[in-house]
């Protein structure tokens, strides 16, 4: 487990800094440097997750109560909107689009705030700075997990089918996970040219919400707009997750295929952005 | 970029600017020199060791708007009256120099000569815009403002993440933990969060991470200003344990006296140009001679 890199011969470490060619550095390097510090991005995860004081009982059942709390609001919204209170089902359907949203937009909230927030340790350290937006996902997600039996429980609540398909909406859960980070990574970019980008994200992640299918089911979009479904990232993700695991049912082909790309569009095209801007970090914070 | 030899820099040092009444004739006399001896230099190599660290031709700059912070409010308002102030710093401005293994070397310059810039490129924070620096071993760096110390987490939190960043494993980082709460002697602060420390605890705590960290090359920019007198004795005493096993410490401070007592290397950097590099009785003298202050008393305060 231990890097071996690090531990071959660390008096003979010879390090070069070149300007960046194109903006980029070396991808070789950096990702083993960004693989010899994973465990740093665990560990700085770890701690603001403890600072938050979300280790507590109290802090563990808000992180529960928060998003399900949202989730009644959207119940209420959408029984009045249907003018029929659908019940357990329509509950169990918005919390388990919401769940992954939430995590999807704390993911982008917290990404955000990885760089700008990150001031001394950038000023002083040496290390791989995509580990900050990593270190945000990997908060994002510890908070989301706690809200998994919440789900299950509403789900065993509103007699929801169990099969063995509901497996395959981890892989959905994982490719979520990719987005997230390339999602985390642009958005630190962002908010360090623009510090106001914070103040905007709550309406860019509320519109979202809408054009995502969290209130509604995937094959429910407006006919005209089915087609240019694809592109809303969320629209696969979430959508083939709510299906997997509310439903049992296994999605298209498309959805998988749209999944897939957009997280590995998003990941590498976040990361590359990121990477490219990174010098440019310590001189402008 | 090709050449690594840096066959530019200039043989001598030069003063930068007609107002520095420097000249370095009687660098020759000085046997820790190593501009002098350049062209003579890659023969040599065979027997002596490689420097630890090679700074070949280091440009800096930073470019810096006016704004207080950037936001996109700003940029729509700018782009409206279509004014674009960027402000270009040159804080290197094309310096070389090698440095052999067992240099303690002082840095020694006024506010904004690029001092700590310099620091910031040899730990690899800040990559330079133009050259190329080498550097051989483990750097710990302890920069001005203190390790990234995050003011939520407690002391112990804080130590073991600095580890983590600087590339030690965990096993290692939770052993030396304790030597490093030992050294900086906060006692049960350690387990506090570090908004409770007082700025002195703060800059402990700051030298004791860097200095268990293992470095090979120790960076220290003016961080020693802040601690009380018994623990300065204690850390210089510390930094010349260090100086024993590591393999090149960096000193930057407004204490000649401090350079004087624990360097054996001075560079003299004045606006981002490197003036002098030399023996720390030599570029002391001169340094002080261009600050028309003589050698007086002021001077040597212990800062
Ligand atoms: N983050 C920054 N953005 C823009 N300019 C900077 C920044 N940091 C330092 N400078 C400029 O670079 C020059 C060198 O600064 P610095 O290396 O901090 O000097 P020193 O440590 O010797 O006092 C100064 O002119 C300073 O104004
Ligand atoms: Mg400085």
Known sequence: ?285 | MSSLSASDSTPTPTPGGTEVPVAGPEDGANPTAPHVGEPAQPPATAAAPPPVVSVQNVSITYRTTFEAAPTLKNTIVRLGRGERKVKVVDAVKNMSFDIKPGTSVGIIGANGAGKSTLMRAIAGVLPPSQGRIEVRGRISALLALGVGFNPNLTGRENVILGGLAAGLTRAEVKERADEVADFAEIGDFMDMPMRTYSSGMYQRLAFSVSVHMDPDILLVDEALSAGDASFKVKATAKMAELMESARAMFLVSHSLGSIREMCNEVLWIHKGELIMQGSPRRAIRAYTNFLKVGENAYTFEDL
């Open chain 1, 1 to 285: 487990m231990a890097s071996v890199t690090e531990n071959t011969s660390p008096v003979d470490e010879l390090h070069i800094y070149e300007p960046h060619r194109a903006g980029l550095p070396k991808l070789g390097p950096y990702t083993r440097q960004l693989w010899a510090r994973r465990e740093f991005a665990a560990e700085f995860s770890r701690a603001g997750i403890r600072a938050a004081n979300t280790q507590t009982l109290f802090g563990q059942l808000w992180l529960v109560l928060n998003p399900t709390l949202l989730a009644l609001v959207y119940y209420v919204l959408v029984s009045v909107i249907r003018q029929s209170a659908g019940g357990f089902e329509t509950l169990a359907h918005i919390t388990c689009g919401l769940f992954l949203f939430y995590f999807v937009s704390g993911s982008i909230t917290q990404g955000a705030q990885s760089v700008t927030g990150g001031g001394k340790l950038i000023m002083n350290m040496n290390f791989p700075r995509l580990l900050l937006p990593f270190a945000a996902v990997r908060t994002a997600f510890f908070r989301f997990l706690p809200t998994v039996p919440v789900y299950f429980l509403i789900h065993i609540l509103a007699g929801g089918v169990w099969s063995p398909q509901m497996l395959l909406a981890s892989v959905f859960l994982g490719l979520t996970v990719i987005f997230c980070i390339g999602m985390a990574a642009i958005f630190a970019t962002v908010q360090v040219y623009f510090r106001d980008t914070s103040s905007f994200l709550p309406y860019l992640v509320r519109i979202w919400l809408y054009l995502s299918p969290v209130l509604w089911f995937a094959d429910e979009a407006p006919e005209q707009f089915q087609d240019l479904m694809v592109l809303n990232p969320l629209y696969s993700l979430i959508g083939s997750w709510t299906d997997l695991l509310l439903r049992g049912i296994i999605p298209e082909p498309k959805m998988w295929l749209a999944a897939s790309i957009w997280a590995v569009l998003a990941f590498v095209g976040g990361s590359l952005l990121f990477m490219s801007r990174e010098r440019e970090f310590t001189v402008r914070l």
